[in-house]
């Protein structure tokens, strides 16, 4: 395996090896000296041509943590803010020894076109493409919820899982969906039918428009973020009604398994969403999910970089 763009580029084995690997490289990481020096003299590029704060730090940390050389990239104070092509950026990090590239971007399609038209050599990692899919942001999702409901071991088999809220402008929701069911695990979308997707019904989940019908039935609930940004329509009447019918309260939180968990890819919009308690609760591995990040994000690195050779 070359490039990292979509979780249909993996097989059911292929990802359980990374979450083995990712596995591995926490208990390494728990270490005094958390450093390796796996991929000492190679050159990871951050390129984001969007904001981010978790997945950019997180990439970051993981490739030093590697030992590897690091270059942020992104589009303000750039040459791309003058017009320059992907092409010629792509170029520009093919001269400069660019061993792989973790690129987002907000064209879907963006990290396929960089590593199939073979401007560069390097490894392509894509950290968000549009809303297409979030591979890394999957498989940290998995891998929390492995350690959490699984022993840390194995894969998904018998677990249900609720992806809940704005399922059409989200690429974690696509990424969760192809590689949740490959792991065996069976999963719900809950939306108003305004922020589903067409074609959702050939994605094989259940698809569900009453939160509080399966919110006990499940033992994981995956919020997902209010993508504004990408709103240029109304897709539901209030935030108020919204937050209501389809956001995670108190209320709702009494009526989840006590085992089950609650997730969120962040960022939050608290109070939308997701209430500020039920973020802050017991059954909240939100920030875990932050931490495993950079575990998988190492384990992606050092597969794909030459590391298990």
Sequence with gaps: MKHLLSIND???????????????????????????????????????????????ISFEAAAKRLSADVINFSAKGSSLSKGESLKDTALTLQAMGADAVVIRHSASGAAHQLARQQWMSGTVINAGDGTHEHPTQALLDAF?????????????????????????????????VLLL?????????????????????????????????????????MMLRVQRERMDDLFFPTEREYSRNFGLNSDRIVQMKKSAIVMHPGPMNRGLEISADSADSQQSVIVEQVANGVSVRMAALYLLLGGAQ
Excluded: M, Y
């Design 181 to 221: 069911q490959k792991l065996g695990a069976t999963v719900t979308l809950v939306a108003p039918p305004t922020l589903l997707p067409v074609g959702v019904e050939k994605w094989g989940a259940v698809i569900s428009f009453n939160f509080d019908e399966i919110i006990s039935e499940v033992d994981v609930v």
């Design 144 to 176: 929390t919820i492995r350690k959490n409901l699984a022993n840390g071991q194995g894969d998904l088999s018998g677990l249900r899982i609720a992806i809940v809220g704005d399922i059409l402008h989200s690429r974690v929701a696509r990424s969760n």
């Design 10 to 56: 993996l097989s059911r084995d292929e990802a359980l090896q990374i979450l083995d690997t990712a596995s591995e490289l926490s208990k390494l990481s728990e270490n005094s000296i958390k450093k390796f020096p796996t991929l000492r003299g190679r050159t990871v590029v951050n390129l984001f041509f969007e904001d981010s704060t978790r997945t950019r």
